[in-house]
């Protein structure tokens, strides 16, 4: 069993910045590809950033692509979710997931969840 818990989500104007941080405990962090996600009110949740074992290979959804950045420290058992240039479509709820051996752009493939964070921009 994996616990995940997500911090660093608020309120930042467009064109701003923020770190989302998942802090795991219970097993170690290395064992599991690692996904963020996120949902926007009356939509579905959809798949933001995730990042392998191991060599840590990384993949974005394209509407983040070249603003955010995904990494990992298992030495510390965490992963963080760098976001820049914020637009108001990057409103939602983020969510921090572990779980398949293989990172994966479906939320089905990850067996761990963290409670979610707000992430609000303003126009």
């Known amino acids: 069993q994996v616990q995940l818990v997500e911090s660093g989500g608020g309120l930042v104007q467009a064109g701003g910045s923020l770190r989302l941080s998942c802090a795991a405990s219970?097993?170690?962090?290395?064992?599991?590809?690692v996904g963020w996600f996120r949902q926007a009110p009356g939509k579905e949740r959809e798949f933001v950033a995730s990042?392998?074992?191991?060599?840590?290979?990384?993949d974005y959804a394209d509407s983040v692509k070249g603003r955010f950045t995904i990494s990992r420290d298992d030495s510390q058992n965490m992963v963080y979710l760098q976001m820049d240039s914020l637009k108001p479509e990057d409103t939602a709820v983020y969510y921090c997931?572990?779980?398949?051996?293989?990172?994966?752009?479906?939320?089905?493939?990850?067996?761990?969840w963290g409670q979610g964070t707000q992430v609000t921009v303003s126009s």
């Open positions: 997931a572990a779980g398949p051996k293989t990172a994966s752009y479906s939320a089905t493939q990850y067996d761990y």
């Open positions: 219970g097993r170690t962090l290395s064992s599991y590809a």
């Open positions: 990042i392998n074992r191991f060599i840590g290979s990384i």
